[in-house]
Structure formats: C-alpha cells, structure tokens
T-cell receptor, first 117, second 112 residues
C-alpha cells in the first residue's frame, strides 16, 4: 500500500459547475477525514467517516458540499454550483479508529487543488 | 471554542542550529492530543510529533522535541541540529475529540 491517494491532483472549473473528488485511504483504515486548506491557512476540518457512516460535519460544510463513503473504503467529496470562494486545496486523511485508548495516527493524502474561475 | 494560534508566520535558522516554533491553544476539554505536522513544498502533511495532554513528560522524536505547558496551554516545537530538509510549513494542531484544529502555520527556512 502506497498511502492515501487523491484524484485528481488539480481541478480547474468554471463557477457554477459541479466537481467531485475522490480519496482512497490506506486499505485497513476505517476512519476517513476531509479538510479544506486555503492559501496561508492551516487545514480546516470538513467531515469524517467511520467506515461508511458520516459521523461529524463541520458548520463550514454548506449544503452545496456532500461527502460519501458508500462501502467504507474510498470516499468522494462533491461540490455543487462551485463558487470562487471554494478555491482551495482539499485534503483527505485516514486512520484506524482508537482502540482501548490507543491513538492511531492520521495519514494525509497529497490533496486536490481546486481553482474556480 | 477550540483554537490554535501560531504567532510566527515565518522563521529561519542556520543549518545545524536549534530553532523553536511557538504554539498556543485553547480547549475546554480535559483530554486531548497535540501535534506538530510538517508540510514540505510537495504539500503532503507528515506527522512530526505527538503529545498526549494527560502525560506530563514532553515528547521527543530524534531531533524534534516539545515543551508542553498544560496550564499555560502552550506547546512549542524545538528542532535541534536543523537540516536543509527541515525547510517546510509547520502546523500545530489540537484534537480534543474527533476533530482536528490546526493553526495557521509557521514557514521555516533552513539556511545553508
């Protein structure tokens, strides 16, 4: 396994279009996270899954954003009716869930850079 | 509200010297984790070091160590014997529950 992968790495779209990003976590990881990172800022939490269940969503995640993890493996993040303010790097991370209080590290993917024109 | 503050947007250090990056945080939780992540120009985030809040002993990982002051809610990163490969953005992060909260980052440049 080569780690967390994301596709595409770069996406340029016009305002109003829909875009979908994919994240493939490390195969045995049951937790998957999505973050957004704008220039000069740290990553901002968007949502996280444990297996196929979406357990938490940030208030940053507007109705135009939806994430799925249908079989508890890969995940998709869709943005509908994109706006220029959606331009950012979208990061995915995965980890094992905590067991008996043992922490399990998050591993990040390389990100998908979205530019909305 | 959970916040993480990094007050040093940019820092530089001579190769082989020591540098300390500052971080303060605010959380109402009693149990949490603190992290330093490195993001090189290729932009893939890598965990540098982790500290459990209930542990008083400061974490160390080779040339990286932290100074964790729980009462002051301070969590600084010390990099000893700086190397050119340490040039990167460094993010401090707190995890009080399932969510991570990141600071705005410190851009560190190691000068040959």
């Amino acid at each position: 396994d080569t780690g967390v992968s994301q596709d595409p790495r770069h996406k340029i779209t016009k305002r109003g279009q829909n875009v979908t990003f994919r994240c493939d976590p490390i195969s045995e990881h049951n937790r998957l996270y999505w973050y957004r990172q704008t220039l000069g800022q740290g990553p901002e939490f968007l949502t996280y899954f444990q297996n196929e269940a979406q357990l938490e969503k940030s208030r940053l995640l507007s109705d135009r954003f939806s994430a799925e993890r249908p079989k508890g493996s890969f995940s998709t993040l869709e943005i509908q009716r994109t706006e220029q303010g959606d331009s950012a790097m979208y990061l995915c991370a995965s980890s094992l869930s905590w067991t008996s209080g043992k922490y399990n590290e998050q591993f990040f993917g390389p990100g998908t850079r979205l530019t909305v024109l | 509200a959970q916040t993480v503050t990094q007050s040093q947007p940019e820092m530089s250090v001579q190769e082989a010297e020591t540098v300390t990056l500052s971080c303060t945080y605010d959380t109402s939780e009693n149990n949490y984790y603190l992290f330093w992540y490195k993001q090189p120009p290729s932009r893939q985030m890598i965990l540098v070091i982790r500290q459990e809040a209930y542990k008083q002993q400061n974490a160390t990982e080779n040339r990286f160590s932290v100074n964790f002051q729980k009462a002051a809610k301070s969590f600084s990163l010390k990099i000893s014997d700086s190397q050119l490969g340490d040039t990167a953005m460094y993010f401090c992060a707190a995890q009080p529950g399932n969510q991570f909260y990141f600071g705005t980052g410190t851009s560190l440049t190691v000068i040959p």
